[in-house]
């Protein structure tokens, strides 16, 4: 009996400690629109890469910020991987990655969203309204103060879903 309980033990502390760890909950960036338009609330995405240092850093704040987890029920958060290379279905549109030479490229639908001057910045992040409509743009690394000053602007009145 005693081993069963060490056993159940070591098994609960590896399940919390990889909740602990473990990446915000996304909606895949295909499954956004179908979610949006079930469900209507704000989207944040991260548009990043996965060679982007600072895109890893956003990914890792997210995970500690408090206001981000209490705000999850009322908003999809969503990554964009701009080097994506297969189509993405977005708001009845369908994007396709672009190639700008030998194994570069971007993702169309990463500069529809997030450029900003005819540039897209890694990380860059977009919110958007229910209606898909652009309201907040940040191309950079943005600080655990201002991400909280961010989630504060978001209608808390819908349902969690």
């Given at each position: 009996m005693n081993r069963l309980v060490g056993i159940s033990s070591i098994i609960f502390a590896v399940f919390a400690w990889n909740g602990a760890t473990a990446q915000p909950h996304s909606v895949p960036i295909g499954e956004l629109t179908d979610s949006m338009r079930l469900h209507p609330k704000h989207a944040l995405i991260l548009i990043s890469t996965d060679w982007c240092t600072f895109c890893r850093m956003q990914k890792a704040q997210l995970r500690k910020n408090d206001d981000f987890k209490k705000a999850v029920p009322y908003l999809y958060f969503a990554e964009l991987d701009a080097g994506h290379n297969e189509d993405?279905?977005?708001?009845?549109?369908?994007?396709?990655?672009?190639?700008?030479?030998?194994?570069?490229?971007?993702?169309?639908?990463?500069?529809?969203?997030?450029?900003?001057g005819n540039r897209l910045a890694f990380?860059?992040?977009?919110?958007?309204?229910?209606?898909?409509?652009?309201?907040?743009?940040?191309?950079?690394?943005?600080?655990?103060?201002?991400?909280?000053?961010?989630?504060?602007?978001?209608?808390r009145h819908s349902t969690p879903k």
């Open positions: 993405i279905s977005f708001n009845g549109t369908t994007y396709s990655f672009k190639a700008t030479g030998h194994g570069t490229g971007s993702h169309e639908l990463a500069y529809v969203l997030g450029e900003t990380p860059t992040w977009v919110l958007l309204n229910e209606n898909f409509e652009i309201i907040f743009k940040f191309p950079g690394v943005i600080k655990a103060g201002e991400l909280s000053q961010l989630l504060e602007t978001i209608p």
